[in-house]
């Protein structure tokens, strides 16, 4: 009968308008259920996949809650407890980037030596493609994916190009937005430390019985006034160092005073701890 | 084509199933002396042609050995070749055809003719039609001219665009170096933009002879009726125009443009516009190293990256042979089949938005694409450009409980909503009122325009790349290749539907079986160097048929990388679809073929 296709499909709209509709109309809507409710009537919701009915996300309001593996623009990453970069300015992961976006110069010491510290480090980020082969590639896990999406800017440059300050996080921030990843990393670092211990342990005891065995074989292999010219040179190289750290010290925090860049650095530093706590607190919170 | 003949085709193609072997077709007649050596030895199989006889072998292939299906028509320009297998042979390009049989299955024919510079080629249309596209784009990027070509032009750049950007001795006005990686990107130490380095007016060339403000855009190539004179009743006195459907058109998905000539409301004639997303994947392809294309290809079609990412990593492991461990092999099957369900869905939602059904079927359609994408994001970090797949395997490892919930969603979820979709849709009037017999073009046309996918299998002929060729473990999955005879909008609609089906079949089987193991494994690295020689890979993606040609000379960077895109070469057959139907008809025509301008436009 003519119609008959029609009508079944108005049943199907009928149905998904009713089922949306009740939902809706409760108090607590079941796409709210493992929802997270921050300040402000904004939520982040964990969108279950037996999720039915309503599904939209009222974006900016309500956003969904990103799974760890998201990846949108790299960080680096600030190892607290040493308190130096990961990132040794190898350069691996400027020469994988697809776009060609990444731009490291390498630092280097007094001499002009070059050291295993970037002295900057650029990624265009209206460039980037997102990929993550810098991460895939970096052998130190020095960069890592952002989860921050939200970076619109009124000028792509130099907004948009993102130099080291703007780059770096702390180790804290990488281990609450990436947990799983992190714990497995620290797992590979520990076993790999406990290793070269254990060969460090085995080859000191070798040493040592073979000097046990022959003690009287064995010659200095300087002479005293070799060592004793040696420790010259070191008492006057760390003096140097010292008197270098010193003034350099001193030329920093007058920089801090002059132009308040550094202020800005903290601060954006305590920013972006706080913003990992916050995330911290609502995986703790979604999980249990 | 009457229906004897479809049904003979269908018979014909029942046979697919059954893998045969790439058998080299037997020389004799007047086809004898056309084939005049072999491209190389141990690379993959190819016959080198003598340039005058091309027409006559590509007869004989048709005609006598069934090969009714040109797959693809590219060029490659040796000129800056580093490797060794062209030793004494001065031609600088070679054009290179790959040709299957429907009806046999199995492996391609491979004809390479080695062209000089400045010199004319045979043009195959004469003999398959789906040539047209493929020969204007190689005639673009390269400035190779074919000989009783119809319409050669330029068909994704414009008239005023100085050279043939495919050359290697072409480069871009902001040209940094050959190849990635770059040595500096910032050799004075301070940024700078790319787009500054190009002023347009002072930087521009133009060709010889080419004036930019006498030039008005060509409308010699505005065809002329196509359709027999009565193909429409005219009471009134009316004269025919041409009209312009887009580029920005809401219809179009994308920026793309219909030129038309029509009489009232009748198409007498339409030729497919395209190349406003052009960016010359191709070239960027060949400056990147091996592995840098991978998060390019996401950007082809960017509804399946999946997919073109499938395709572009077996024809690199094709290429350097790297092994695929079994895990990853399985996980690659249930995100190309996972990526089939979201394009299905999303092409039916949209066929319908084009129909004037606004929006509902389109929104309900995507529903499930929401679940697909979550899945997705959490594997590889993404929703669409996923770059999740590698050189012998996939990056990572599936996340814990991911296969529970793509269960869930195989088993339960897909069905049930596919189900709703077909209650929703299928019955209805309006859209068989719409649907029925509107685009209609036979199975033997199709093919000969090199149309591929869900279009053919919706005219009833049964070809299906994962039968007549299986890559990955398509074989070990038991499935059908759903054919509707009619051809028309309709079917093409309800073939996607059934479609969808069968990949949820193939995905109850993969989720069931998927072994534990490792999921990445070979050296496919970024310091990749394929040995010298050249691949096709072709996959049966959603939009039909993806291949991808790439050509080692053992360098880090691919000698030659060219994508077969489906999306274009369907193009083919809009015009003769839309011609004798109205305006409105050939909106949905062009819906049905499902195109995705990243693709059409590289």
């Known amino acids: 009968m003519f119609g008959t296709g029609l009508l079944k499909g108005l049943g199907v709209t009928m149905k998904h308008f009713a089922e949306t509709f009740i939902d809706d109309r409760k108090p607590m809507p079941s796409r709210y259920a493992d929802s997270i409710q921050l300040e402000h009537g904004r939520r982040i919701i964990d969108q279950p996949i037996t999720q039915e009915g309503l599904l939209t996300i009222q974006y900016p309001e309500e956003k969904r809650l990103l799974p760890e593996r998201f990846r949108y623009i790299p960080m680096l990453l600030w190892d607290t407890e040493k308190g130096e970069d990961r990132c040794t300015a190898c350069g691996i992961c400027a020469k994988v980037c697809p776009p060609q976006c990444i731009w490291i110069v390498r630092d280097s010491d007094e001499n002009g030596k070059p050291v295993t510290r970037p002295a900057e480090f650029f990624i265009d980020a209206a460039v980037c493609m997102s990929c993550s082969f810098c991460v895939e590639f970096c052998p130190f896990d020095a960069i890592k994916m952002n989860h921050d999406y939200e970076l619109a800017v009124y000028d792509r440059y ?74 010259q040179k070191a008492a006057a190289r760390s003096a140097a160092a010292k008197e270098k750290a010193a003034g350099g010290a001193d030329a920093s925090d007058k920089a801090s005073s002059d132009t308040g860049d550094d202020a800005a650095k903290k601060a954006r530093l305590e920013e972006l701890k706080r913003k990992a706590a916050e995330r911290a607190k609502q995986r703790k919170q979604s999980e249990g | ?79 800056a070749y580093g490797g060794k297998l062209r030793d004494g042979v001065d031609e600088r390009f070679e054009l290179v055809y790959h040709l299957y049989s429907t009806r046999k299955g199995g492996g391609p024919v491979v004809l390479h003719v080695r062209v000089p510079e ?124 041409v009209v312009n459907l887009g580029p920005h058109h809401p219809s179009t998905h994308g920026v793309f443009r219909m030129l038309t000539r029509i009489k009232g409301e009748t198409i007498l004639a339409l030729e497919p516009e395209m190349g406003y997303l052009h960016r010359n994947h191709e070239k960027i392809g060949e400056r990147n190293t091996w592995l840098m294309n991978m998060p390019f290809t996401d950007r082809l079609d960017y509804i399946n990256s999946m997919s073109n990412n499938l395709g572009y990593a077996l024809a690199v492991e094709k290429l350097a042979g790297i092994e695929v461990p079994e895990r990853a092999q399985y996980i690659r099957v249930i995100m190309a089949e996972l990526t089939r369900v979201v394009n299905h869905t999303w092409s039916i939602g949209f066929i319908l938005n084009d129909l004037g059904a606004l929006q509902t079927p389109a929104l309900y359609a995507i529903e499930e694409r929401e679940m697909i994408l979550d899945l997705f994001e959490e594997v590889s970090g993404a929703r669409l450009m996923c770059n999740y797949m590698r050189f012998g395997g996939v990056v990572r490892d599936l996340t814990e409980g991911w296969e529970d919930r793509a269960r869930y969603l195989a088993n339960e979820r ?189």
């Open chain 2, 118 to 241: 400045n010199e004319t080629v045979a043009s195959a249309t004469g003999i398959y039609p789906g040539a047209n596209l493929q020969e204007c784009e190689v005639y673009d990027l390269y400035g190779i001219k074919f000989e009783g070509h119809p319409n050669l032009r330029r068909v994704l750049l414009w008239d005023g665009f100085n050279g043939h950007p495919m050359r290697k001795d072409w480069k871009e006005a902001y040209h940094e170096a050959d190849t990635k990686p770059f040595r500096s990107r910032h050799p004075q130490g301070d940024y700078q933009w790319h787009e500054d380095k190009i002023p347009w007016g002072k930087n521009t060339t133009y060709p010889t002879g080419w004036d930019p403000d006498s030039w008005r855009a060509p409308i010699t190539y505005v065809p002329v009726s196509q359709a027999p004179e009565d193909a429409y009743s005219d009471e009134f006195e009316t004269e025919s125009i």
């Open chain 2, 414 to 602: 897909l069905p049930r909503a596919l189900d709703e979709l077909d209650r929703l849709l299928s019955d209805n009037e309006i859209v068989k009122a719409r649907g029925r017999g509107v685009g209609y073009l036979s199975a033997k046309d199709l093919l000969s325009l090199s149309v591929s996918g869900p279009m053919i299998r919706a005219a009833g002929v049964p070809y299906d790349i994962r039968k007549a060729e299986p890559y990955c473990i398509y074989d070990r999955f038991d499935f059908d290749i759903p054919t509707l005879p009619e051809g028309d909008i309709y079917a093409r609609y309800y073939i996607r539907l059934l479609e969808a089906r069968e990949s949820v079949k193939i995905l109850q089987q993969a989720l069931r079986d998927i072994p534990k193991g490792e999921v990445l494994g070979g050296k496919g690295g970024y310091t990749l160097r394929p040995p010298e020689g050249e691949a096709y890979q072709r996959i049966e993606a959603p939009k039909g048929e993806l291949g991808f040609y790439v050509v080692s000379d053992a360098k880090p960077n691919p000698y030659r990388y060219h994508v077969r895109s489906p999306s274009y070469i369907n193009l083919n057959a809009l015009g003769p679809m839309c011609v004798g139907y109205k305006v409105a008809d050939a909106v949905v025509i062009l819906g049905a073929i499902d195109i995705v301008l990243g693709e059409v436009d590289r």
């Open chain 2, 1 to 79: 084509m009457t229906m004897s003949e479809a049904t003979a085709a269908a018979e014909g193609g029942s046979a697919v199933g059954v893998q045969v072997a790439a058998e080299n077709p037997p020389v004799d007649g007047a086809a004898e002396d056309a084939v005049i050596g072999k491209w190389a030895e141990d690379t993959q199989e190819a016959l080198v042609i003598a340039p005058d006889k091309l027409t006559a072998y590509l007869t004989y292939l048709r005609d006598r050995q069934g090969y009714d299906f040109l797959s693809s028509v590219t060029c490659v320009d040796y000129s």
């Open chain 1, 158 to 231: 130099p907004q948009l190009v993102y130099d080291k300050e703007e780059l770096t996080v702390p180790l804290e921030y990488y281990a609450a937005m990436w947990p799983e990843q992190f714990a497995a990393e620290q797992e590979a670092l520990r076993k790999a430390e406990e290793e070269e211990r254990a060969k460090a342990e085995a080859k000191a005891k070798a040493a040592e019985a073979k000097a046990k065995a022959g003690k009287s074989a064995d010659k200095p292999k300087r002479t005293p006034e070799e060592i004793e010219a040696m420790k």
